[in-house]
């Protein structure tokens, strides 16, 4: 039968006064309304117990804010135990494909709460509770039908709770605010982890625009080898240089036939870049746009051959380690001098931009404030730009008014590769290695292209810097 255990609880701390209290808490943030709620009607200690969380780190660091918010509020007093992963990988055997709120939950509270009983019947106290109820995520009736069956087994009495009734949770959200408590966005273990960064995973994707088929195939790559994914240090690798950290993940992932593994790793690096943007100061917006690099080259290569695919991963670094954004039409990557030169800017088109006038001088605008206010280092450092757009010959075959022609033009050329035939996989991608007679002329681009090739003339490939 339901109870109301919040009822309960405010009964049973009715002249409880100078009874002692042992609170288990899973982290300042859930302890932060619990102990405000308990202030002044009972004495409480803080029971740092939880074997559930996924490394050492995490729980060093959810332990030093619980410390630290108990110090700034001197609501309770602390007592903790050394972190013992072993005891809740042992309890949760068999149930690790359990989801989030079913059996394997069960275990993890039992687990918790008797150990807080048992430190509690040792240490004289009166009653044992936990915090664990301020979780609107978390069945209450089932953790306080543990809660009474471990008081009956342990012999210690156990205080009831539904610290999320009466604005709990919300005001647990505040106080976390207000204390600027380090909040986590997963319950605790590594399998909530992994659910929680699936979870995240297909957000991004969604925002990006992937292509349903190519997510599914993302989706099913990552529930095969999710785990494997984040226990990789993926941080570390997208600080290193480009070809280092590519080939280091290259080397961890083994056989990807599709490159769709690389795909869910990259894009877990690019979860992580997200907090440095953040850090930065780095809009959102530009986050996304940059990041769109993902689904722009995975759907065109849905697109072109049927199946889902990533054949770009050796570029995507430059925008993993923050050295290449989308600022508007164009995206913009930044270089460093060599041998105590300056560095320079290079300006990438990526496929469908809009090249229109206006478009190119607000990306050009965008890019230098961007600049200013991000990269200082690189204010006033030429923009360069290597590309066919840039070929002399365009502005001989195109008209006035072509976008391109004019892109073309805002660059002084300083090198010019005649020979070069990788204008083909831009201009001519659906029959980059046709004979020059069966060009396809479906573009007025194409068609001056042909025109102008059959009759002798090159093409090439052009490098510049903006006048
Ligand atoms: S999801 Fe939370 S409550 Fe459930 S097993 Fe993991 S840490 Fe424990």
Redesign the pocket.
Known sequence: MKQNFDKLMLNELEGAQGKRLLLHSCCAPCSSHCLSELAGKIQTTVFYYNP?LDCREEYEKRKSEQQRFLRETGLAGFLDVDYCAEEYAAA?IGLENER?GGA??AV??RLRLERTAREAKAGGYDYFATTLTVSPLKNAQLINEIGFAVAEKVGVKYLPSDFKKRGGYLHSVRLSEEYGLYRQDY???A??KLAREGQKLSAFWEKLGLLPSVKTRAEEVWKGCGAELSALPLEAWRNLPYEEGAAALKGALGQDEDGMKLFAAQSLQALEAKREYAARGIPEDVFFATMAFLSRFANEAFERSGRPAWTWGWWFPRQLALREFRLGALEFELLEGENGEKGRISVHIPAGADLTEGAVDSSFAAARAFLQAHFPAYEGTPFVCSSWMLSPALQEILPETSHVRRFGARFEVVKWEEDSPAFRDWIFPEAKDASQEDLPETTSLQRAVKRYLLAGGKLGWAEGILK
Do not use: A, I, K, Q
């Open positions: 559930n949760v989030e394997r939950c993890c509270f319950c605790g273990c399998f909530s």
